[in-house]
């Protein structure tokens, strides 16, 4: 199979966490518990940022975490169900982790996740030797659920909530540099784009108690973290209020109070949505230097008649006016980057064009570009024809990717000269005496060591790059 064309996630610009069917492993822990929990986590960052929730109710159950399959006891995978590859990778992976069922029966297999909350007790029928389907809002049922399957039976929780956030779950960080880590300050998406298989998977927005996400954020400074990502499908729509109805909290005002929890800390936010995005959200990441100039702003497509079938609702002047906003409000400078869909229901050629000369508009700094993929029970599926011929699709996606990756490089080459302020996140993938980190626009930059370590904001500048790095000597 040709990986380029299948179901490309990513150029090769975009730093690991963001690489949307990127795989997590938990990594070992040791605080003296018996028991060993192997987690694998799929999707997105939601994911990763739910399974440092799971970990953390199991910790306080006897469980610490194993990054060796072979000596765990329970066996979870977090599942992604956004296109059809994301849930044929976990059945593969399933059907491999049962067969150490065989040499230790004693083996949890769980599900959990999105694939968990789309099939239900479905999946105890189709994949016989999964003992447990746990959707995302019923973690902390998972202590009672372990002990029914230690009991000999199969367990099921997919009750999806209206208030569940996990507020007061402080996260046990897996797999986090030290450096930087991920707040989730919502769950769920009240909007129904036809594509999407979100909203039946995390169920109804809802927005997290503005008080645990700072005291989260002051604990990660204290912990010498440096950089927080706030999480959320659509974090423009977080609203807050307090029972007594005195304190109402957007999320301009809670950008602003996660930048004023330390000017060291900087605040990073993903997924902007077009139709919300504010001139309030753009002033305030004006106005504190330590919130980054980057919007992550999906587009999907370039044609408002197809933005309409996708029920986006915006359309292509919309989103023209929230990128000129941008220019207009953060400079040419600001990092933007989107999702972009290839070869939806009843596509032309023509309006597939229309997305190739928007990406020309804007001049996206990097882009995940996928072809579309039909998800059972969406509203695309339920009213439209997947009439797009596979190859149609492929090459569509693969004019974008080109385009794209001209226009990164593009970008790229704008920031010779440039002196840009990089967190340090460690040493390069190339090499142990160059070291790696990003810049305020998100994008990797790559220099030799110095006296420089992890954590570190370093000055460099910018004096050569390619497609997906920067490359750049310290200024001192
Ligand atoms: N909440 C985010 C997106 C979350 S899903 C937003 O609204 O932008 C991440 C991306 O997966 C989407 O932006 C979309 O580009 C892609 N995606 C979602 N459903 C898809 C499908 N059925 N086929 C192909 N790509 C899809
Ligand atoms: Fe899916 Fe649309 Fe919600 Fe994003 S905003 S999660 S694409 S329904
Ligand atoms: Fe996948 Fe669920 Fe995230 S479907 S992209 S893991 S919200």
Redesign the pocket.
Request: charged share 15%; glycine share 0%.
């Given at each position: 199979m040709d990986t380029l064309l299948t179901d490309i996630d990513f150029i090769d610009n975009r730093s690991a966490e963001q690489a949307?069917c990127e795989t997590k492993v938990s990594p070992e822990t040791s605080t003296g518990n018996t028991r060993k929990l192997y987690i694998e986590s799929y999707g997105?960052q939601m994911n990763f940022s739910d399974s440092e929730i799971v970990s953390s109710i199991l910790l306080k159950e006897g469980f610490d975490t194993t990054s060796d399959l072979n000596k765990a006891d329970v066996v979870f995978l977090n599942t992604c169900s956004?296109?059809e590859k994301a849930e044929q990778t976990v059945r593969m992976r399933l059907s491999q982790i049962n067969s150490l069922k065989k040499t230790n029966p004693e083996l949890i297999v769980g599900v959990l996740g999105c694939m968990a909350e789309r099939l239900k007790s479905k999946f105890l029928e189709e994949e016989k030797l999964v003992d447990l389907v746990v959707g995302p809002d019923a973690y902390r049922d998972l202590p009672n659920l372990i002990s029914k399957v230690d009991d000999g039976d199969k367990a099921v929780n997919v009750l999806l909530s209206r208030e569940e956030t996990y507020a007061d779950i402080t996260p046990i960080r897996l797999n986090s540099n030290g450096v930087s880590a991920f707040i989730s300050i919502m769950r769920g998406?009240d909007?129904m784009?036809s594509?999407?298989?979100?909203p039946f998977t995390r169920g109804r927005e809802r927005s997290r108690d503005p008080h645990s996400i700072l005291a989260e954020a002051q604990d990660l400074v204290a912990k010498g973290y440096k950089e927080v990502t706030l999480l959320g499908?659509?974090v423009d729509s977080y609203k807050w209020t307090s029972e007594d109805g005195k304190e109402y909290v957007n999320f301009a005002g809670l950008l602003e109070r996660v930048a004023l929890v330390s000017p060291d800390l900087r605040v990073r936010f993903s997924?902007s949505?077009p139709k919300d995005i504010t001139d309030e959200v753009l002033y305030t990441i004006k106005k504190y230097e330590n919130i980054c100039k980057y919007i992550h702003l999906?587009v999907?497509s370039g044609n408002s008649r197809v933005l309409e079938l996708m029920n986006r609702t915006y359309d292509r002047d919309w989103y023209v006016n929230r990128v000129d906003a941008i220019r207009r409000i953060l400079g040419e400078d600001c990092g933007i980057s989107s999702?972009?869909?290839a070869g939806f229901c009843t596509e032309t050629d023509e309006e597939h064009q229309d997305t190739l000369s928007l990406m020309d508009y804007v001049q996206y700094d990097y882009s995940?570009m996928?072809?579309?993929?039909?998800?059972p029970g969406?509203l695309a599926a339920r009213k439209f024809e997947d009439d797009i011929p596979l190859e149609v699709k492929k090459r569509r996606l693969q004019e974008i990717i080109d385009k794209q990756r001209e226009i990164s490089y593009k970008r790229n080459l704008l920031t010779i000269g440039q002196v840009h302020k990089v967190l340090v996140e460690g040493p390069s993938k190339k090499s142990e005496e160059q070291l790696s980190g990003r810049n305020d626009q998100n994008k990797v930059v790559v220099f030799p060591k110095g006296n420089f370590k992890k954590g570190d904001y370093a000055n460099v500048r910018i004096t050569s790059c390619s497609v997906g790095t920067l490359i750049g000597e310290p200024v001192l």
């Open positions: 949307a997105c956004i296109r998406c909007n784009c594509f999407c298989v979100v499908q659509n997924t949505h999906p999907q999702d972009m869909i995940y996928f072809f579309y993929s039909e998800r969406t």
